[in-house]
């Protein structure tokens, strides 16, 4: 059995990483997964209740379980892990004096305490935090572990943390190549495994055909729609104020999904532009409310920038769905967004928080629905030969396999 370590379990901005679980267990690996949170979405995606791994919660807060934890650190003190696993917290704990740091080391405790007897090995989605518990619990146990590094985690992880963390890893994976070329120069003897996280097109299959819209009937405007959490490195603000910008003649509808801290302050935005009229704010939905909204639209537009920390976008997976829905896409080169899009073939790209640049590509896809219908096509069959989800599926499951055995040899 894998113990995966995860951020949070149901998430609904995560949905790749569902994916990815469903993909293992259909190989043949058993898994249990460990969350650091309880799930706060309202909603979950089908691939969520697809996933039958049984589900543990650690504690959120160490000071709200505090017997689970004095239990844990009692069965575990005498082990010979615990002073490896407490040399490393040491280490850490010079660099990082912070609440976290210590709850990261309590919550290994718990997870290494109350591993069930078959587990062979760890494997942490997010190199951050769900790595440093699993680091932990692996020093605890003897127990092997991997990484499985995505965007934020990459960009705002201290160097010093993700040298150690990939330093100790069996193996690590990210699905960029930009992500990819940080982690290798911190590792150059230990390479992640670069693999995309794409798409089983037998759950979203082809849409059905798009009325030819150009923006000329306010009684039957464009549909441009976006899905994201309203945060700094979605590039919301700059995005709105390209709509705004648009000539007043081309009738056009604004649709975004998604919840996060600056939705409020989205629509209020929106309001001051003058637009507020012209956006419809969903909120969080379902996988299935956010494919029939796809197969709805007639263009996709979602344009990350870098955030004041750091913070960005790797390759995001709404993209990836959108693209499969036959929608052009328009975006910009942040992150491995490149990967996908290749402008004037499948959408159109702008430099993160050019205004005009953004507007002059949403006026075009706006108003020429065939090229709209073209570069769909194009997105569809991009998704298809480069963005299968088998290949990365395949290649960490074997991975996962070798070190299972190995751990069970050893």
């Not at 994916?19 to 706060?40: F, K, N, V, Y």
């Not at 499948?346 to 430099?351: C, F, I, S, Y």
Request: hydrophobic share 45%; net charge positive; charged share 20%.
């Amino acid at each position: 059995m894998i113990a995966v370590v995860l951020k949070g379990w149901p998430r609904l901005s995560e949905t790749f990483i569902a994916r990815e679980l469903e993909a293992l267990e259909a190989r043949g690996l058993a898994l249990s997964l460990w969350s650091l949170r309880h799930p706060t979405d309202t909603k979950t995606h089908p691939v969520h209740g697809r996933v039958k791994a049984a589900v543990a919660y650690l504690p959120e807060y160490l000071h709200n379980e505090p017997g689970r934890v004095i239990r844990a650190w009692r069965k575990l003190r005498w082990t010979p892990g615990y002073a490896a696993a407490k040399a490393l917290f040491r280490a850490d704990w010079s660099r990082d004096r912070t609440r976290n740091r210590i709850r990261r080391f309590g919550q290994a405790l718990v997870l290494a305490a109350e591993l069930p007897p078959g587990a062979r090995a760890l494997y942490a989605h997010f190199i951050h935090t769900p790595a440093s518990v699993a680091r932990y619990a692996a020093a605890l146990t003897g127990l092997p572990f991997a990484v499985s590094a995505h965007a934020r985690d990459i960009w705002t992880t201290p160097d010093w943390d993700l040298a150690a963390k990939l330093a100790a890893a069996r193996f690590t994976t990210c699905c960029t190549a930009d992500g990819h070329a940080r982690l290798a120069a911190l590792s150059p003897g230990k390479p992640p495994h670069l693999g995309r996280h794409g798409l089983d097109l037998a759950h979203w299959p082809e849409a059905p055909p798009r009325p030819p819209r150009d923006g000329g009937d306010p009684s039957d405007p464009v549909i441009v729609l976006s899905v994201g959490r309203a945060v700094e490195k979605k590039g919301y603000p700059a995005l709105l104020r390209a709509l705004a910008a648009l000539p007043a003649t081309l009738n056009w509808r604004f649709v975004h999904i998604g919840g996060g801290p600056l939705r409020d302050a989205l629509k209020r935005e929106a309001e001051s532009l003058g637009i507020a009229g012209r956006t419809h704010w969903r909120g969080s939905l379902s996988e299935d409310e956010v494919r029939a909204a796809m197969q709805a639209a007639d263009l996709f537009a979602l344009t990350p920038e870098i955030a004041a920390d750091g913070d960005r976008d790797g390759l995001p997976n709404v993209l990836v769905e959108a693209q499969a829905q036959g929608l052009p896409v328009l975006s910009t080169g942040v992150g491995g967004v490149g990967e996908l899009v290749t402008p004037g073939l499948n959408g159109l790209l702008a430099p993160p928080g050019r205004i005009a640049a953004l507007a002059a590509h949403l006026e075009t896809l706006i108003a020429e629905p065939a090229t709209r219908a073209a570069m769909g096509r194009a997105g569809r069959a991009r998704v298809a030969a480069d963005f299968a989800a088998a290949p990365t599926a395949d290649a960490i499951a074997s991975m996962l396999r070798s070190m299972d055995g190995a751990a069970g040899a050893a």
